[in-house]
């Protein structure tokens, strides 16, 4: 038997026609860890989320810039790191959403942060030195689920 690899990474380019290789390289992964497909899909919209962000916010549409995405695979611990070189995003600043009047009024957009946190386990900023952003997306395996797939 092969061992899964704890630690695999992916570099894409900051368009949206870059999303459906994320998508597919997430659920993959999410897949052969061991997560059942309604896990797989809430992995995969909060990755898209967050690269989404990235490509509108981070770069300002600019479709020459890298997206780095590392997934990191330990003990039940599913974690996807998305790191940028675009402008820094202070999550501290952004209101919560009034989803009622999101809803009443037919706003699109603003959701992505909080779609993030209500479909991860955990979700950390991270800021470096020369306009490096991260972000970590962290899902457990619950224990309903078989052990990652070796």
Same mark, same amino acid.
Request: some cysteine; charged content about 30%.
């Given at each position: 038997?092969?061992?899964?690899?704890?630690?695999?990474?992916?570099?894409?380019?900051?368009?949206?026609?870059?999303?459906?290789?994320?998508?597919?390289?997430?659920?993959?992964?999410?897949?052969?860890?061991?997560?059942?497909?309604?896990?797989?899909?809430?992995?995969?919209?909060?990755?898209?989320?967050?690269?989404?962000?990235?490509?509108?916010?981070?770069?300002?549409?600019?479709?020459?810039?890298?997206?780095?995405?590392?997934?990191?695979?330990?003990?039940?611990?599913?974690?996807?790191?998305?790191?940028?070189?675009?402008?820094?995003?202070?999550?501290?600043?952004?209101?919560?959403?009034?989803?009622?009047?999101?809803?009443? %009024? %037919?706003?699109?957009?603003?959701?992505?942060?909080?779609?993030?946190?209500?479909?991860?386990?955990?979700?950390?900023?991270?800021?470096?030195?020369?306009?490096?952003?991260?972000?970590?997306?962290?899902?457990?395996?619950?224990?309903? %689920?078989?052990?990652?797939?070796?």
């Amino acid at each position: 038997m092969v061992e899964m690899a704890k630690k695999i990474s992916k570099t894409v380019l900051s368009r949206t026609d870059q999303l459906l290789e994320v998508r597919d390289f997430v659920s993959d992964a999410a897949r052969q860890f061991g997560f059942s497909e309604e896990d797989i899909a809430n992995i995969v919209l909060a990755v898209d989320e967050a690269c989404t962000n990235i490509i509108k916010h981070a770069y300002q549409y600019a479709p020459d810039k890298k997206i780095f995405i590392a997934i990191l695979r330990n003990n039940g611990t599913f974690e996807v790191r998305i790191k940028d070189n675009g402008k820094i995003f202070d999550p501290e600043a952004l209101k919560a959403p009034d989803l009622k009047r999101n809803l009443s %009024h %037919h706003r699109r957009g603003g959701l992505g942060v909080y779609l993030m946190r209500k479909l991860m386990d955990k979700v950390e900023y991270n800021f470096e030195a020369g306009n490096n952003n991260e972000v970590s997306l962290v899902k457990f395996l619950s224990k309903k %689920h078989d052990s990652p797939k070796k």
